[in-house]
C-alpha cells in the first residue's frame, strides 16, 4: 500500500490533506475536531491586526440543483483576542504532535509589528508560518492582504522583514486579483520565502436578491465584493498554480495548493501540477470534516493503482505537459464516435453541434427515439459532443492524425502551408 | 350481498386519497427538475398525443419560472392538470424517457406537470388572452377533453363558444369515468372553471343533444357546429343472465361514485369484473376500495395482449384483486332474479387478429365463480340511437370524420365519439385539430 504521509518544507504530516487558513481553523474546538477526524494539519486562522466582523458574511452560487459550486466570504481574519488564539494553538500542538500546525499572518504594515507577532506565535510550539498577502476584503483597504500581495515590491518588503525574525519555515500565500501571480511569486521567493501557497479567493459578486435588488451577502441593505472559493474556482486555481510551478524561479520552493478542491481527485490533480500539499477549505465548510476519510482513501487507492509508492513520485509530473499554444502538433487530429449501443438518443451532442459548433452530427429521424451518428469529414475534434453527453464512454474521441509526422504552428508558418483551410 | 355503505368516512376518505401525491415544496420538485436530460426532439414529447414541450416545462421549473412552466403545457393541453393524474404515462411521456435506456428511473413528468399546472391553477393565472370578438359563434357539443379543449383554442382566437353539456357538469369522462383517487370532482369542476375562466365559453348544462336540443338548430343558429360527443354505456356481453340484478355496467359505476358518494353505491362481497382496459381496472380496485371482499377480474386473453398498462395492473393486484386471464364469460346463473354464478370458457390464444394481437380461442372446457356482481368493462360502445338521429356519416357507429370535418358542412368532431374510446389526452389533441379545422372553415386564419 502506498505512503500518503507528507514533508513539506520539512514539517510532517500523515497525508497531503490541510485544512486552509479560514473559519475551520479559527479555534481550538475546531481544530482538534478536524486532527480526530483525519487532517493532516492546519493553517491556523491568520492573526494579527484587530478586526471587527459584519454579519451576514458568507454567500454561494447554485448550480443545476447543486447548493455551493461556488462560495463566497466577506469575513475578515480572526477576531478572537490574539492571547486565546496562542493558547489555543500550543494545546493543539500538544494534543496533536504529529499534526502539521501553520500559523497563517497579517500584522500591521510595519516590521516591528511582523516581528513581535512572529516571536509571539513561534512560542507556541507551531511548525511553520503562512503569510497571508490574499485577503481581497476588509484588509486591503488598511494596506493589508491582497494590498501587500498585489504590488510585488511591497510584498518583497514585507517577507524581507519576516524572514529577519521566522525561524520556522515561511510560506507566503498569494492573491489571485492579479493579472499573473509569477511576479509577486518571484518578487517573495527573492526576498527569501521558503514556500509558496496559492490561491486565495478571487473577488466576485455571487448574486443579487431579485426580490430585494441587493447583492448578497446581505448586511442591512448594502453587499461588498467577497472572496470565492470553492469548486468554481479550481480551473483557475490550477492554472496559476502551473505558472508558478513553470517559472524557473518560483519553482524551486515548494507550492501548497488551494483553490476548490473538494475530492481526492482534485488533489491530485493539483499536486500533479507541482504542488506538494494541498489545502481544503469549502468542502470542508459544507459536508464537515468526515471528508478527510475518502480523500485520503481514494488518494491512496489511486496511488496503487498506478503504482506510485510516495508522494514524491508523482508530485509535478504533469508540469511539463503544458505548453504553449504554438507547440501544438497541427497533424494531431481526432475524431468523435457515437456508440449506439450506449446511446439513450438524448440529442444532447445533435443540437450543441447543431447549433454551435460544426454541423458535424447527422439525425436520422426516430418515433420516439432519433438516430444520432457523426459525418466524420466534418468533425473538427473539438469534444464538444462528447462533453455534454450525459452516458460514459458513449461518445469517445478517436485518433486519425492528418499526418504521420508532428508539425506545430511555428513550423506551419516557416513552411507556409494553406491557413483557414477547414 | 350487494349493499353500501360499507365502511366508516375515514375508510373511505383513506381508500380514495391520491394515489400519487404531488411535491410537499419547491425544492422537490428541482431537484427532480435537475435530473432532466433536457433531450434535444424529445422522446417524452414526441410521445404525448399533445405534444406538450416536456424538457422545456421541466427546465421552467428548474429556473423557477413555474408561469411559464404551466403556459408552456396548457399551450399544447389545456387539461394539462388532468393528464397529468391521468394519463397512462407509462406508456405516454415517461415511457419515452430516455433514463429508461440507462436502466434508470425515468423523470416524473406527470408529478412535475402537476407541479405546475395546480399551481397555476390555485393561483388562478391568466396565462391566455383572448382576441377580440370575431363576432363568430361555434356550438360544442359535450363538455369533455375534446369539446373543452376545442373551445379553448376558439376562444383564444375571438370566437363565442357555446357548450351544449348533458350532464350538471363538466369535464366529461374526467369527471364521471375516472377513478376517484385519480381525480378529485372537486378537482374537475375547478379544471373547467380554470379552462373557462379566459372568457367567451359558455356552458349550458343538463342539454342533450337529441332531447333538448337538435344538430339543425344548432347548424342554423351558429357558424359552426363540433361534437365531442364521446362514448356511451359499456358493450353488452350478450350473453345469458345478463338482466339479472347485480350485473352493472362499469361506467355506470364509476359515474355513481363520482357523482353520488362513496357511501352511497352499493357493490356486493364477490365482484367479478369483465375486461383488462383502463376503465375494467378504475372498477376493479374501486369495487375493492368501496369494500367488497373479493374482487375477480377476469380477461380473454393474456397480460401481453392487455390494453390497460402494468403500472395499472399493479395498483389492481396491490389492491388485493385477483386476475383470471384466458377466461371469456359463458353465462350468468341467478336465483331470484340475482347473479349468483358465472359460468366462464377457458380460452387459448390462437391467431393474430386484426388489430395484431393473438385472439383467443374456447378449449371448450369452462369453470364457475360464485359472485353477487358483476361489472362490465369489456369496451364502451358509442351512442347508437343517437348517431342514427343525427342522420351523420359513421362506421360502427363511431363518427367519420376528413379532416376533423364530418359529412355535414359545417359540423366538425372529435374525441372518443370518433376514434370509439382513448385516453383523456387523445380527446384534448382531438379538440385542437377541430378547433384548428373550424378556424381554417370559417376563413380565421
Same mark, same amino acid.
Given at each position: +500500500? ?16 490541510? *485544512?486552509?487558513?479560514?473559519?475551520? $481553523? ?42 455551493? +459550486? ?5 469575513e475578515l481574519i480572526s477576531d478572537r483576542p490574539l492571547d486565546i488564539n496562542l493558547k489555543e494553538i500550543a494545546e493543539c500542538v500538544r494534543l496533536f504532535p504529529d499534526r502539521a500546525m501553520i500559523v497563517s499572518l497579517m ?15 513561534? !512560542? ?22 491582497a494590498a501587500v500581495g498585489q504590488d510585488p515590491e511591497i510584498a518583497c518588503m514585507v517577507v524581507e522583514w519576516v524572514m529577519e525574525a521566522a525561524t520556522l519555515p515561511v510560506i507566503t500565500k498569494l492573491t489571485p486579483n ?19 501557497? *496559492? ?47 513553470? !517559472?524557473? *524561479? $518560483? ?30 477549505? $469549502? ?19 489511486? +496511488? ?79 469534444? *464538444? ?38 | ?7 366508516? @368516512?375515514?375508510?373511505?376518505? /383513506?381508500?380514495f386519497s391520491d394515489i400519487h401525491p404531488p411535491y410537499e415544496n419547491s425544492t422537490a420538485a428541482k431537484v427532480d427538475a435537475n435530473r432532466c436530460l433536457f433531450c434535444y426532439d424529445a422522446p417524452c414529447m414526441k410521445s404525448?398525443?399533445? @405534444?406538450?414541450?416536456? %424538457? ?51 423523470? %416524473?413528468? &406527470? =408529478?412535475?406537470?402537476?407541479?405546475? #399546472? ?47 353539456? =348533458?350532464?350538471? =357538469? ?9 377513478? &376517484? ?42 357558424? &359552426? ?34 357523482? =353520488? ?17 383502463? #376503465? ?13 371482499? /373479493? ?26 384483486? /385477483? ?27 390462437? /391467431? %393474430? ?6 385472439? %383467443?380461442?374456447? #378449449?371448450?372446457? #369452462? ?37 376533423? &370535418? ?40
Amino acid at each position: +500500500m502506498a505512503s500518503i504521509e507528507s514533508t513539506f518544507l520539512g514539517i510532517k504530516s500523515p497525508n497531503p490533506f490541510w *485544512l486552509a487558513s479560514a473559519p475551520p $481553523t479559527d479555534k481550538k474546538y475546531n481544530v482538534l475536531r478536524a486532527f480526530e477526524a483525519g487532517w493532516g494539519g492546519v493553517v491556523w486562522k491568520t492573526l494579527g491586526s484587530q478586526v471587527k466582523n459584519v454579519s451576514s458574511r458568507y454567500s454561494a452560487v447554485d448550480f443545476g440543483g447543486q447548493r455551493v +459550486m461556488g462560495f463566497n466570504n466577506i469575513e475578515l481574519i480572526s477576531d478572537r483576542p490574539l492571547d486565546i488564539n496562542l493558547k489555543e494553538i500550543a494545546e493543539c500542538v500538544r494534543l496533536f504532535p504529529d499534526r502539521a500546525m501553520i500559523v497563517s499572518l497579517m500584522a500591521d504594515n510595519d516590521k516591528k509589528s511582523w516581528h513581535e507577532l512572529i516571536k509571539k506565535v513561534e !512560542d507556541t510550539g507551531a511548525h511553520g508560518l503562512e503569510l497571508n498577502f490574499g485577503c481581497p476584503h476588509g484588509m486591503t483597504e488598511r494596506g493589508m492582504g491582497a494590498a501587500v500581495g498585489q504590488d510585488p515590491e511591497i510584498a518583497c518588503m514585507v517577507v524581507e522583514w519576516v524572514m529577519e525574525a521566522a525561524t520556522l519555515p515561511v510560506i507566503t500565500k498569494l492573491t489571485p486579483n492579479v493579472h499573473s501571480v509569477v511576479p509577486t511569486g518571484r518578487s517573495v521567493v527573492k526576498a527569501g520565502t521558503n514556500g509558496l501557497s *496559492l490561491i486565495n479567493t478571487i473577488q466576485s459578486v455571487t448574486g443579487i436578491d431579485l426580490d430585494t435588488l441587493v447583492p448578497n451577502p446581505y448586511v442591512a441593505g448594502k453587499s461588498v465584493f467577497g472572496g470565492y472559493c470553492g469548486p468554481a474556482v479550481k480551473p483557475i486555481a490550477l492554472k496559476m498554480l502551473t505558472t508558478i510551478a513553470q !517559472d524557473e *524561479l $518560483t519553482k524551486k520552493v515548494p507550492i501548497s495548493g488551494i483553490g476548490g478542491i473538494s475530492t481526492w481527485k482534485d488533489a491530485v490533480e493539483f499536486m500533479l501540477l507541482g504542488a506538494s500539499n494541498v489545502q481544503v477549505c $469549502t468542502a470542508a465548510m459544507k459536508h464537515g470534516f468526515r471528508i478527510i476519510e475518502d480523500l485520503c482513501e481514494g488518494l491512496n487507492n489511486w +496511488m496503487d493503482e498506478k503504482g506510485f509508492a510516495t508522494l514524491n513520485d508523482f508530485i509535478g509530473k504533469s508540469v511539463p505537459t503544458i505548453t504553449h499554444w504554438e507547440d501544438l502538433d497541427i497533424n494531431y487530429h481526432h475524431i468523435a464516435k457515437i456508440n449506439q449501443d450506449k446511446c439513450i438518443h438524448c440529442g444532447l451532442c445533435y443540437i450543441a453541434c447543431e447549433d454551435t459548433s460544426h454541423q458535424s452530427i447527422n439525425l436520422m429521424y426516430g418515433k420516439p427515439y432519433n438516430t444520432y451518428t457523426i459525418k466524420e469529414e466534418e468533425c473538427v475534434g473539438c469534444n *464538444l459532443c462528447q462533453l455534454v453527453c450525459p452516458v460514459d464512454d458513449c461518445i469517445t474521441m478517436e485518433e486519425h492524425r492528418v499526418a504521420p509526422e508532428p508539425i506545430n504552428w511555428k513550423q506551419w508558418q516557416e513552411r507556409g502551408l494553406p491557413l483557414n483551410d477547414h | 350481498m350487494i349493499k353500501h355503505n360499507r365502511l366508516s @368516512s375515514e375508510q373511505y376518505a /383513506e381508500n380514495f386519497s391520491d394515489i400519487h401525491p404531488p411535491y410537499e415544496n419547491s425544492t422537490a420538485a428541482k431537484v427532480d427538475a435537475n435530473r432532466c436530460l433536457f433531450c434535444y426532439d424529445a422522446p417524452c414529447m414526441k410521445s404525448c398525443p399533445t @405534444s406538450i414541450d416536456v %424538457p422545456k416545462f421541466i427546465k421552467q421549473i428548474a429556473t423557477e419560472n413555474i408561469k411559464g412552466s404551466a403556459k408552456t403545457i396548457f399551450s399544447s393541453n389545456i387539461m394539462g392538470a388532468g393528464c397529468s393524474k391521468v394519463c397512462p404515462v407509462e406508456k405516454l411521456c415517461e415511457g419515452a424517457c430516455v433514463y429508461n435506456l440507462l436502466e434508470e428511473e425515468p423523470i %416524473p413528468i &406527470a =408529478k412535475l406537470q402537476r407541479y405546475s #399546472t395546480e399551481m397555476a391553477m390555485k393561483e388562478n393565472w391568466q396565462l391566455f388572452q383572448r382576441k377580440n370578438s370575431t363576432g363568430k359563434k361555434v356550438a360544442i357539443v359535450g363538455a369533455g377533453p375534446a369539446g373543452l379543449s376545442c373551445a379553448h383554442v376558439l376562444s383564444r382566437e375571438g370566437i363565442d363558444v357555446t357548450i351544449y353539456e =348533458k350532464e350538471s =357538469k363538466g369535464g366529461g369522462l374526467m369527471t364521471y369515468g375516472i377513478a &376517484a383517487y385519480k381525480v378529485t370532482p372537486q378537482f374537475c369542476e375547478d379544471e373547467v372553471n380554470y379552462i373557462t375562466s379566459i372568457g367567451g365559453i359558455e356552458i349550458k348544462y343538463n342539454q342533450e343533444l337529441g332531447n333538448d336540443i337538435s344538430l339543425a338548430e344548432l347548424k342554423r343558429n351558429y357558424d &359552426a357546429v363540433y361534437l365531442g360527443i364521446g362514448v356511451g354505456v359499456a358493450r353488452q356481453l350478450e350473453i345469458p343472465g345478463e338482466k339479472l340484478e347485480g350485473v352493472v355496467d362499469a361506467i355506470e359505476f364509476i359515474y355513481d361514485i363520482r357523482s =353520488k358518494g362513496y357511501a352511497s353505491v352499493p357493490v356486493g362481497d364477490k365482484v367479478a369484473v369483465i375486461g383488462m382496459g383502463m #376503465t375494467a381496472i378504475d372498477a376493479a380496485t374501486q369495487a375493492k376500495r368501496l369494500g367488497a371482499k /373479493e374482487v375477480t377480474m377476469l380477461y380473454r386473453r393474456t397480460e401481453a395482449e392487455m390494453p390497460c398498462t402494468k403500472h395499472e395492473l399493479d395498483i389492481a393486484m396491490l389492491d388485493g384483486c /385477483e386476475v383470471i386471464w384466458l377466461a371469456a364469460p359463458q353465462k350468468i346463473k341467478g336465483s331470484a332474479g340475482k347473479v349468483k354464478q358465472l359460468v366462464c370458457s377457458k380460452m387459448k390464444l390462437g /391467431e %393474430p387478429d386484426a388489430s395484431g394481437r393473438r385472439s %383467443p380461442v374456447d #378449449t371448450g372446457e #369452462t369453470f364457475t365463480l360464485d359472485v353477487d356482481m358483476i361489472i362490465k368493462a369489456a369496451g364502451q360502445t358509442p351512442y347508437e340511437k343517437l348517431i342514427k338521429k343525427l342522420n351523420i356519416q359513421h362506421s360502427k357507429f363511431k363518427i367519420t370524420i376528413e379532416n376533423c &370535418a364530418t359529412n355535414i358542412r359545417g359540423v366538425f368532431a372529435g374525441g372518443d365519439a370518433v376514434n370509439g374510446g382513448k385516453e383523456v389526452v387523445d380527446a384534448v389533441q382531438a379538440g385542437k385539430d377541430g378547433a384548428a379545422a373550424i378556424l381554417k372553415f370559417l376563413k380565421l386564419c
